[in-house]
């Protein structure tokens, strides 16, 4: 071989680490299925009236290259120092958190804890986030986080009216103390469910306006403090129930709104550790009363028992989720905040009571000093506060403003104040800084002279000042040096099955690589330190980051319009048929309000749909699990005149490409409507087929499944939405930071303008290191790893739907429901059975009953994807043997799985050796997983709903 530059290309090419078959393993694997090229087998796949030509993107861009070009456009952003509150705050994450659950594949890969077992760990770390806010709040009872605080206050508002039962009004009152984002989002939340926002002064106007809730701002937007007593007793005489919005941190040093009569209390957990990142992604909490556990919206992690009666941890209530509600749902959460949870909670446990307490009393203590030396040069502000103040700067606002912001320190502008909020960053320079730019020519007052003379919680009514005790669980306390902490971390981190330890063949969430080069750039200042209303001159970095990325993804699919604001899969759907709506509206045509949903989607569109005011008819699938078309030409021609949408998963969510989806949208648009294609099956489709060119009017993309955002054990998630032209003007906006182009008054569904701003990166590296050919190569063996699956295992298990030529799409469905039915085995068996051979189990259950759906994806090398197929095979002739009697039914290395380290050192009388148990095949001795509880019950769990730390004592019974 000639040694020449040419030759020897720099060996940072991407394409190689990010797709896991090399050009040999393709090629036997192509052999196995019996395609003659990828392009033979995607002929055999994909429809050819939806394949595309090339997409218009730049070629691969080496890992270098694009760190480099990421870094000049971070460089764009002008990092300064934020007093604009808002909900928004400075924090340090503590570096052993940084560096050991954000920068850390062990915390960030892991998947959603649907299979408990395997997921202890983040299962004990969302139960301790539980806790904080239980004590926090305190109230009784909370869940393990939503997507941020409006959309959080959002499900407060339907809860309280499902809730309020006998309370017949519409109403629901909003104070005028509450934060301008969540405001917007309630009015857009509010108006499909028939629901009226009224705002104004609860103190004057409530006791005269009839309503079914409340809510108000704690700490108030402007930074007052006041008393919510009067308030919640006044919508209790009224039948009405009280939302609280409550800053975090300010409830270490106020009386918590649940000794205030509070019902529901919501916020933020971003300033406990987790940064601003120009919006998010960060944790908002939920809390309410015991007596509401039933109805309470997300997420909730309980405590239960496993097979040997020891203490286990597992999602409370999963039945109640929304997959299962569909359309009567009320919440359409799915993807919340997992990681900035686990965050939040680690920054507490690494802080301790005592170390919040100093933290909240010294950005206290800055405030008070502030206001002080506001007050000796001649200001005004309020004099009840906690980090926040509003000064009366009257004419002088703008141009005081301009100066600040000059030398680079945002204040929050009023039209005749100016809002100054302090955090855990607030150093005595900030102050003195400040104070300049307030003193005009006047000599400025002394820090040191204002410390000593102020007393203790200056701005803190005495009234108001916190007297109950919080995090007083031993796990508060334990962890404070940074020894301890990491060992603390990483104990929980080897309890769970992430992606750095095997394959998650999750059919539909695509859990594939997370390229380390992707995420590097999000703790980068540049993009984590910048507040999500920071002025429009600061961000220019993350504008063309956007932009570009909203380039990159129409790109993709064929859309002409992106909006970055939805911070979830659930979230896009709901604000893509908002812009249905609003279309239909515009047109005169306000009457169109059904929507078709084939009865195999997705629990969250029925439910977003049930959110957007839509009626939601069901259309039903042929025998070979595709959209039965004569159906939905039937509903569409019956329901002609109110026909808004039809919301249809392409490839369907049984993993195949049909034939029929042109003919689909045709029907759709024929009668009036528009076609949302839900995108979370992208992956089998960027570069071989566009939404936007098949008939698509909207579709959401799961950023953390196709564009590799990380799934974080549960999120964060990025859920942007492509439009056609005609959808694009209804595109949602934001009343602090509108995106221009667009009517500020649009819809709002997120509290910032870009939902989780600083992820993106994200995605938008991924998609320059893969370039068009990458990605498109991406897809084919996606599918060629799918049929691939599909190919070695249905001689083993059947595979439940096929497409043309017998090919599945970029995932595979096995019927587990013939072997149940003769041998009892049920696919949570199997599903068990697979972390003894150190795997997470596919899909399960969805979408069809009795089956597991698999996705390797385009990362998995054929080697591992061999390793759980040989799984697989070995764990069907396991059953094979109690099938033929010679394992007994209910004692049987599949019924008893997983199996624990505790079962095979204690006394064995099982009728299959310790070495079947816990080492089936000979490839677990070179690194063996071992789940630490075995099978959990879930129904005892449900029966006996704990949802706080247990006390520790529980811990040690045994
Ligand atoms: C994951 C998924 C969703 C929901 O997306 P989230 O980001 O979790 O809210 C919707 N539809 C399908 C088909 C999905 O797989």
Known sequence: ???????????????????????????????????????????????????????????????????????TIAAKNQVARSFIGAGYHGTITPPVILRNVLENPGWYTAYTPYQPEIAQGRLEVLLNFQQMVIDLTGLELANASLLDEATAAAEAMAMCKRSARKNKSNVFFIDNSCHSQTVAVLKTRALPLGLEIV?????????????FGVLLQYPATDGSVKALTTISAQAKAQDAMTVVAADIMSLILLTPPGEQGADIVVGSAQRFGVPMGFGGPHAAFFATRESF????????????????????????????????????????????????????????????????????????????????????????????????????????????????????????????????????????????????????DKPLPSVSALDQSLGNMPGIPASLERKSSYLSHPVFHQYRSETEMLRYMNRLERKDIALNHSMIALGSCTMKLNATTEMIPISWPEFSNIHPFAPRSQVTGYL?????????????TGYDKFSMQPNAGSQGEYAGLLAIKRYHESRGDAARDICLIPSSAHGTNPASAAMAGMRVVIVGCDQLGNVDIADLRQKAERHADQLSALMVTYPSTHGVFEEGIREICDITHQYGGQVYVDGANMNALVGLAAPGEFGADVSHLNLHKTFCIPHGGGGPGMGPIGVKAHLAPFLPSHPVFPVEGLDPQNDTVSGATYGSASILPISWAYI????????????????????????????????????????????????????????????????????????????????VPGTLMIEPTESESKMEIDRFCDAMIHIRREVGRVESGQLPADNNPLVNAPHTLADIVADWDRPYSREEGSFPVANLREGKYWPTVNRIDNVYGDRNLICSCPPIESYMAD
């Open 768 to 847: 320059s290191l893969m370039g068009g050919t990458g990605l498109k190569k991406a897809t084919e063996i996606a599918i060629l790893s799918a049929n691939y699956i599909a190919t070695r295992l249905h001689e083993h298990y059947p595979v439940l739907y096929t497409g043309r030529n017998g090919r599945v799409a970029h995932e595979c469905i096995i019927d587990l429901r013939p072997l149940k039915e003769s041998t009892g085995i049920s696919e949570e068996d199997i599903a068990k059975r697979l972390m003894d051979y150190g795997f997470h189990a596919p899909t399960m259950s969805f979408p």
């Open 199 to 211: 705002v104004g002064d609860a103190e004057t106007e409530l006791a005269s306006t009839p309503c």
């Open 1 to 71: 071989m000639t040694q020449n530059l040419t030759a020897l290309s720099q060996n940072d090419d991407f394409l190689t680490r990010h797709i896991g078959p090399d050009e040999s393993q393709t090629a036997a694997m192509l052999h196995t299925v019996g395609a003659s090229s990828l392009d033979d087998l995607i002929q055999q796949t994909v429809p050819a009236s939806i394949l595309r030509g090339e997409m218009p993107l730049p070629a691969p861009q080496s890992e270098t290259a694009t760190l480099n070009r990421l870094r």
């Open 544 to 556: 063309q980051l956007i932009d570009e990325l909203e380039q990159q993804l129409m790109a993709c």
């Open 293 to 440: 556990k039933r109805s309470i919206p997300g997420r909730i992690i309980g405590v239960s028992i496993d097979s040997r009666g020891n203490q286990a941890l597992r999602m409370a209530m999963q039945t109640r989720e929304q997959h299962i509600r569909r359309e009567k749902a009320t919440s359409n959460i799915c993807t919340s905040q997992a990681l900035l949870a686990i965050m939040a909670v680690f920054y507490a446990i690494y802080h301790g009571p005592e170390g919040l307490k100093t933290i909240a009393l010294r950005i206290n203590r800055m405030t008070g000093i502030f206001a002080a030396g506001l007050s000796q040069l001649g200001y005004t502000t309020n004099t009840a506060f906690f980090d926040t103040v509003s000064v009366n700067t009257g004419d002088a606002s703008t141009s005081i403003a301009d100066r600040a912001e000059a030398a680079l320190l945002n204040l929050r502008r009023g039209t005749q104040q100016l809002g100054v909020s302090f955090d855990e960053t607030t150093t005595t320079d900030d102050i003195e800084q400040l104070w300049q730019i307030f003193a005009g």
